[in-house]
C-alpha cells in the first residue's frame, strides 16, 4: 500500500513561514527518482486547488500563480522527502495541504485528476 505523510502544518501569523514535509514510503513503492510528486490545498467550502508540482525525470517545477514567488517545492531523493517552503503566508492560504505522487516521471502538472496517490493532508492556518 502506496504510503504519503504530510507534517509540518500548524498555525503562523499572516507574513510568516512554514515547511511542509512529504515523506513517501520506499518500502511501499516510492521512489523519488520514478514518482512525480504535487502539493495541493484544500479550504473550506472550496474545490481542491493545485499549488506546486516537481516533476521526477528532472526536478521541473510548476507553481500556481497564486503561490508564484512565495513557495517553493523541492525534494530530497536521499531520504525520499518532498518539502513545500511557504514564505509570506496570507490567510488566504488556510486550507487543508495534500502530497499527491503520479507514477510518471516527466510529468508536470496542478490537475488532482493527473495524481492517484494521496496524503491525509495537514492544517495550515494563517491568522492573526
Known amino acids: 500500500q502506496e504510503k504519503l505523510v504530510e507534517s509540518g502544518g500548524g498555525l503562523v501569523q499572516p507574513g510568516g513561514s512554514l515547511r511542509l514535509s512529504c515523506a513517501a514510503s520506499?518500502?511501499?513503492?516510492?521512489?523519488?527518482?520514478?514518482?512525480?510528486f504535487a502539493w495541493f490545498r484544500q479550504a473550506p467550502g472550496k474545490e481542491r486547488e493545485g499549488v506546486a508540482c516537481i516533476s521526477a525525470s528532472d526536478g521541473y517545477t510548476s507553481y500556481a500563480d497564486y503561490v508564484k514567488g512565495r513557495f517553493t517545492i523541492s525534494k530530497d531523493n536521499a531520504k525520499n522527502t518532498v518539502y513545500l517552503q511557504m514564505n509570506s503566508l496570507k490567510p488566504e492560504d488556510t486550507a487543508f495541504y495534500f502530497c499527491?505522487?503520479?507514477?510518471?516521471?516527466?510529468?508536470?502538472?496542478?490537475?488532482?485528476?493527473?495524481?492517484?496517490?494521496w496524503g491525509q493532508g495537514t492544517q495550515v492556518t494563517v491568522s492573526s
Open positions: 499527491a505522487a503520479a507514477a510518471h516521471p516527466e510529468l508536470v502538472s496542478l490537475n488532482s485528476i493527473d495524481f492517484h496517490n
Open positions: 520506499e518500502a511501499s513503492g516510492f521512489s523519488l527518482d520514478y514518482w512525480t
